[in-house]
């Protein structure tokens, strides 16, 4: 079990670092392929800002 | 056989290691918190894997051609404070034998560690890459000793690590990335990373428990308070949290509960008491050594013990039974540092504490007020809770110099770094970035 869990984590450490390192050197604006990529909610909603503002004003009228 | 397999491993890292400070440095993070020389038996058990990283990556953050973002903040500052405060110690110390040397070198090192990490993870992908990798770290002994203790029913006794300490450590450090994990298993793309992260949690909060640690009940406690608290959705974290409670009722058995009821009774509990001696020992020690301490787990020396053991009756806050013959360590990262460094290595202590803790709120703060630094403000919430569980476990527990500490107070000191270079070119962009309701510092942030 243990020489499993060490073998697994260690690859996956190592993929992570591949593929992140390949990410790194993607060119600007151009989206991440990695894997172990995070999402960034903003990327989908680009009017994320402006319903802030919205709600924001909202509730200082009311 | 596992020597080899991991030989391989090495020999896939070492390019890697030879052209990029960032890979450098989440592999000194990954074998400091993970230590992986415990693990090899054969001709790669003696290879100092984490020296050679350290090496590698000094090299290549001053010479590499990798961009880097040197800074410097009051957190840095701190550090650097520490580091001469326990030099001080070091030098001028009442203990001078090869532990404290060992264990001035471990709080140099991580000190060093800090610094690099702030240069070096200069982007929002490379501060996930850095979280993901504690998780792969500590994780790791989460899967390994849960699953242990899943196959044999409970049959298996853990121990703790080299680099996070005894069954105590290992469950504090577990219960401060379980908030981690909860941030990449919400941020993660792929399917996959979110179910193994979630497993990767079920399966730490069984180790949790099959540590039978009284610290980690504690703990778990204070997980549970502090995610209720910071949830945004209240009634589903209270859903999961009653969920784990219902999990460890059914998980634990019986003689993990007769252990849980010795809190209430801790005042007849010679283990406890056994700590509250070392405590005052500490502070007698401090209190002769005011400045600079009586240098690294000057407590644990025989000599000292010996000395201070009939002085026991100058510090009569708790009454304690006759100190025992051999020494303990001091089990409170506050009276471990207070012995160690003295009220000023405390002092100093407590303010990269309270810097790290101020960095939380000020950036959840920011966040607030930008979505497309959402992230950061939700990474932000969930290293409070890692702190707020370090502080308050750490309370019984020798762990001022944990790895793992010093790795989240650089991550927040770069987060803080990262949000102010991000707001500086959203003011240059302010009008552009207003037009299309997102900012500049969304690819910027994410490069």
């Known amino acids: 079990m243990e020489v499993i869990s060490f073998f697994l984590d260690s690859i996956v450490l190592v993929i992570a670092l591949y593929l992140g390192l390949r990410d790194d050197q993607r060119p600007p604006g151009t989206p991440q392929k990695s894997l172990f990529r995070t999402f960034d909610f903003d990327a989908i909603r680009p009017n994320a800002m402006r319903e802030r503002r919205h709600r924001i004003v909202k509730s200082r009228i009311r | 056989m596992r020597d080899l397999a991991f030989a391989f491993v090495w020999i896939a890292l070492l390019p890697l290691l030879l052209i990029s400070a960032h890979a450098g440095t989440l592999v000194w993070v990954w074998t400091a918190l993970l230590s992986p ?219 993990w509960f007769s252990r849980m009821d010795t809190i209430q009774s801790a005042n007849n509990d010679n283990s406890f008491m056994g700590r509250v001696i070392a405590w005052k020992m500490s502070l007698l020690i401090a209190m002769d050594n005011p400045l600079f301490g009586g240098g690294m787990h000057a407590v644990q020396n025989q000599l000292v013990w010996d000395m201070y053991k009939k002085d026991l009756y100058r510090v009569d806050f708790v009454n304690t039974p006759p100190p025992d013959e051999s020494t303990h360590a001091a089990h409170s990262i506050y009276f471990e540092v207070l012995g160690d460094l003295g009220f000023v290595g405390l002092t100093l202590f407590l303010a990269i504490l309270g810097v790290a803790l101020w960095n939380c709120q000020q950036l959840y703060r920011v966040s607030r007020g930008h979505p497309s630094l959402a992230w950061v403000g939700q990474l932000a919430r969930m290293l409070q809770i890692s702190l707020v569980v370090y502080l308050t476990t750490g309370a019984a527990l020798s762990a001022a110099y944990l790895e793992l500490l010093y790795v989240l107070i650089a991550l927040l000191s770069r987060c803080r770094r990262t949000v102010q270079l991000a707001l500086a070119a959203e003011a240059v962009n302010g009008e552009t970035a207003q037009q299309f309701g997102s900012t500049p510092l969304l690819d910027g942030s994410r490069n």
């Open chain 2, 37 to 255: 020389n415990e693990l090899l038996y054969g001709f790669m058990a003696n290879v100092p894997l984490n020296k050679i990283v350290a090496v590698l990556t000094i090299f290549l953050v001053f010479f590499g051609r990798e961009k880097k973002d040197p800074y410097f903040d009051v957190t840095l500052f701190l550090l650097i404070l520490l580091g001469v405060v326990s030099t001080v110690s070091w030098f001028d110390g009442i203990v001078s034998n090869p532990t404290a040397t060992d264990l001035y070198e471990k709080l140099l090192k991580e000190i060093v560690l800090v610094f690099v990490i702030a240069a070096v993870t200069t982007t929002r992908a490379r501060i996930d890459r850095l979280v993901l990798v504690v998780v792969l770290a500590i994780g790791f002994l989460a899967v390994k000793e849960g699953t242990i203790y899943l196959l044999t029913a409970g049959g298996h006794h853990i121990t703790g690590t080299y680099a996070l300490g005894d069954n105590n450590g290992l469950a504090m450090a577990l219960l401060m990335i379980i908030p981690l994990i909860s941030y990449l298993a919400r941020h993660s793309v792929a399917r996959i990373v979110k179910i193994g992260m979630w497993s990767v949690m079920g399966l730490s909060l069984v180790t949790v428990i099959a540590t039978f640690s009284r610290g980690g009940f504690i703990g778990m406690i204070v997980l549970a308070a502090f995610t209720l608290k910071n949830s945004r959705r209240r009634f589903r974290a209270l859903l999961l949290v009653l969920l784990a409670g219902l999990f460890l009722y059914v998980l634990a058995p019986n003689s």
